[in-house]
């Protein structure tokens, strides 16, 4: 039988989709209350997505991520995914704006090894959660570096995106070498 082993806390981020600053404010703040100070962010970047946003959100959006200092459990992510869902509904009413959505935030976290993506949408290389939300590993740190796959968003391929990764990756590490639950591989001898 296999043994149940230590499963790592996570670095949580959230994704902020917005064309206006105030909706912008609003989201930071509202997530700061909820989980708590950030600790990195990336710049503002240009989000484009192929137009699927422009009919609820309007054009020119912009996109920021922002990783958060403390650390959660990663078997939340789905309701990570289903309380952004609610602010974007609370957003829409407390900020008025002429898009129906105002705002989008995409929860997820880091790893050591992978950024996971949480998403209501379903395709053949994503995982279902439950109450309709999927996961879906966008990154994954391999020979010391970020690397994509056929199917991580064209912003997510960024090097400020990977950059951001990056950073929360060292955060994470610093904490589990505190904790003393870092994993060490035991070392292989050969010729034994």
């Given at each position: 039988?296999?043994?149940?082993?230590?499963?790592?806390?996570?670095?949580?981020?959230?994704?902020?989709?917005?064309?206006?600053?105030?909706?912008?404010?609003?989201?930071?703040?509202?997530?700061?209350?909820?989980?708590?100070?950030?600790?990195?962010?990336?710049?503002?970047?240009?989000?484009?997505?192929?137009?699927?946003?422009?009919?609820?959100?309007?054009?020119?959006?912009?996109?920021?991520?922002?990783?958060?200092?403390?650390?959660?459990?990663?078997?939340?992510?789905?309701?990570?995914?289903?309380?952004?869902?609610?602010?974007?509904?609370?957003?829409?009413?407390?900020?008025?704006?002429?898009?129906?959505?105002?705002?989008?935030?995409?929860?997820?976290?880091?790893?050591?090894?992978?950024?996971?993506?949480?998403?209501?949408?379903?395709?053949?290389?994503?995982?279902?959660?439950?109450?309709?939300?999927?996961?879906?590993?966008?990154?994954?740190?391999?020979?010391?570096?970020?690397?994509?796959?056929?199917?991580?968003?064209?912003?997510?391929r960024t090097d400020d995106?990977k950059q951001f990764a990056q950073q929360c990756r060292?955060?994470?590490?610093?904490?589990?070498?505190?904790?003393?639950?870092?994993?060490?591989?035991?070392?292989?001898?050969?010729?034994?």
């Amino acid at each position: 039988m296999a043994v149940i082993q230590f499963v790592e806390p996570v670095v949580r981020f959230c994704a902020v989709i917005t064309r206006h600053d105030a909706v912008r404010d609003w989201a930071i703040r509202r997530l700061n209350e909820a989980w708590g100070e950030t600790f990195v962010q990336t710049p503002q970047m240009p989000f484009e997505a192929g137009g699927y946003y422009t009919r609820e959100m309007g054009g020119e959006l912009e996109k920021t991520i922002v990783g958060f200092r403390d650390f959660a459990d990663p078997a939340g992510l789905a309701d990570w995914k289903t309380q952004t869902n609610l602010w974007e509904l609370e957003c829409a009413q407390a900020i008025p704006t002429d898009e129906p959505r105002p705002l989008n935030l995409d929860p997820g976290y880091v790893t050591q090894a992978k950024l996971v993506l949480a998403t209501t949408k379903d395709r053949d290389h994503r995982i279902y959660l439950h109450d309709g939300m999927f996961a879906e590993v966008t990154l994954t740190y391999v020979h010391r570096q970020w690397i994509d796959h056929r199917w991580t968003y064209p912003d997510y391929r960024t090097d400020d995106v990977k950059q951001f990764a990056q950073q929360c990756r060292e955060h994470l590490r610093a904490h589990l070498k505190s904790i003393r639950k870092f994993r060490n591989r035991p070392s292989s001898k050969r010729g034994d």
